[in-house]
C-alpha cells in the first residue's frame, strides 16, 4: 500500500479528533458565539499563512522534509492541547494548531501526484470519518487531545521512510501568476468554502439544539467523511470542471436543508449529501490543480489557503449573522454557494 495514502489518513484523523469538541469547550468559558468563532478565525489565519509559505517551501527544498517536520510539530501542539484552562488558552493553542497542520497539506498532495487520487482523497476521507467518530467514543478531553497527537506521531514515523525523486522548482515569493492562471478554481472555492466555514464555526452549537448529544454530533460528522471516501473512489475519471460545478451545487442544497431540518435525525440525510458535495468539489480541484502546474505543492498548497482565507472571513462574518439566528446563518449560506456557482460556471464559458 502507498504510504503516502496512510499518511493522509493519518493527517485528516489527527486535525479532526483534535477540533470536534473545541466550539464546545468553548462554550464552556464563554456564551460569546462570536468570540467562539474567533476561535476558527484565527485558527485558519495561521493554516492560510502556513499553507501558502510551506507550499512554497515544498517545491523548493522538497516535499518530505517539509511533511515530516509538519507531522512532528503538529503532535507537540495538539498534545498540548491538554493545557486549555481558559478561552485565552484556546485561541492560543489553535492558532498554532493552525501553524503546524498547514505545513503539511501541499506537500503531502504533491507526493500523491502519480497515484490514484481518487484512493489518496479517499483515505483522506476515512481519516476524517475516524476523526469524527473518535471523540464521541473517548469523551474525555485528555484522551481526545492525546490520540490526535499519536496520529502525527505515527504520521511522522511513516513519512521518514518516503522516498521522493528530488526535482527543485523555482518558485517566486508571492506566486502571483499561478493565482490568476489557477483563479477559475480558487475563487468559487473559496465562496463556496467561506459559506461553509460559517456554519462549521457554531455548527456543533447548532446540533445541540435540534436534540443531538456528543455521540450523535459525533455520528452526524462521521457520515459525512466516510461518503466521501466511497464516492472519491468511484469519481475519479469525470472531467475536472464537472467535478467542481456539481460539488458546489450540491453544497447549496445542503446548506438550504440545513436551514430547513426539524431534527439531528434529519441531519443524517444532509450528511450524506454534504459527503458527495465536498467530493466532487475537492478531488475536481486538486485533479485540475496537479494537472496543470508544474509548482504542485505551491499550486495545492494555495487552495489550502484559500480554506484557511475562508475560514476568515466565514466564521468573521457568520459570527456576525449567527446573532440574528442560526437559521438566517444557514439560509445566507445556500444563497452565497448558489451564488458561487453561477461564478464558476460563467468563468468556465468565460476561459
Known amino acids: 500500500m502507498n504510504p503516502v495514502n496512510i499518511l493522509n489518513l493519518c493527517y485528516s484523523s489527527a486535525w479532526i479528533t483534535a477540533s470536534i469538541f473545541i466550539p464546545l469547550i468553548a462554550r464552556g468559558y464563554t456564551d460569546n458565539l462570536f468570540l467562539i468563532s474567533l476561535i476558527l478565525v484565527l485558527y485558519n489565519g495561521m493554516l492560510f499563512f502556513s499553507s501558502l509559505f510551506f507550499g512554497r517551501l515544498g517545491d523548493i527544498y522538497g516535499r518530505k522534509k517539509i511533511v515530516t517536520l509538519g507531522f512532528l510539530f503538529s503532535a507537540i501542539v495538539l498534545f498540548s492541547h491538554n493545557l ?3 478561552i485565552q488558552t484556546i485561541l492560543i493553542l489553535r492558532s498554532f494548531a493552525g501553524l503546524s497542520i498547514g505545513m503539511i497539506p501541499g506537500s503531502i498532495v504533491a507526493l500523491a501526484w502519480g497515484n490514484s487520487l481518487g484512493l489518496f482523497s479517499g483515505f483522506g476521507s476515512l481519516g476524517y470519518t ?24 505515527a504520521g511522522f514515523l511513516i513519512s521518514l521512510s518516503i522516498k521522493e525523486e528530488r526535482r527543485k522548482v523555482s518558485v517566486p515569493l508571492f506566486p502571483y501568476d499561478l493565482i490568476r492562471k489557477n483563479l477559475g478554481v480558487y475563487l468559487p472555492f473559496f465562496i463556496r468554502h467561506s459559506a461553509a466555514q ?4 457554531l455548527f456543533p452549537v447548532y ?4 436534540g443531538a ?13 466516510f ?14 470542471e464537472r467535478l467542481i460545478l456539481v460539488g458546489i451545487a450540491c453544497s447549496a442544497i445542503t446548506f438550504f436543508g440545513y436551514a430547513l431540518a426539524p431534527n439531528w435525525q434529519m441531519m443524517i440525510f444532509l450528511q450524506v449529501l454534504l459527503g458527495f458535495s465536498w467530493a466532487t468539489l475537492y478531488l475536481g480541484s486538486i485533479k485540475y490543480l496537479l494537472k496543470n502546474n ?12 484559500v480554506i484557511g482565507l475562508s475560514g476568515i472571513t466565514g466564521p468573521l462574518i457568520g459570527g456576525v449573522i449567527a ?10 449560506s445556500a444563497f452565497v454557494s448558489t451564488t458561487a456557482f453561477f461564478i464558476k460556471r460563467r468563468m468556465v464559458q468565460t476561459y
Not at 138 to 153: D, E, P, Q, S
Not at 294 to 305: H, K, M, V, W
Open 207 to 210: 446540533l445541540s439544539e435540534l
Open 198 to 201: 460559517a456554519i462549521w464555526a
Open 130 to 153: 475516524i476523526g469524527n467518530f473518535l471523540p464521541g467514543i473517548l469523551k474525555n478531553n485528555f484522551l481526545i487531545f492525546t490520540t490526535a497527537a499519536l496520529f502525527c506521531l
Open 227 to 240: 461518503a466521501q471516501f466511497i464516492f472519491m473512489l468511484i469519481m475519479e475519471r469525470i472531467d475536472c
Open 213 to 225: 448529544n456528543k455521540f450523535q454530533i459525533s455520528l452526524l460528522y462521521a457520515i459525512n467523511p
Open 84 to 86: 486549555i484552562r481558559n
Open 323 to 332: 446573532l440574528l439566528g442560526m437559521r438566517v446563518l444557514l439560509f445566507t
Open 294 to 305: 508544474i509548482e504542485q505543492a505551491t499550486a495545492t498548497g494555495f487552495l489550502n489557503s
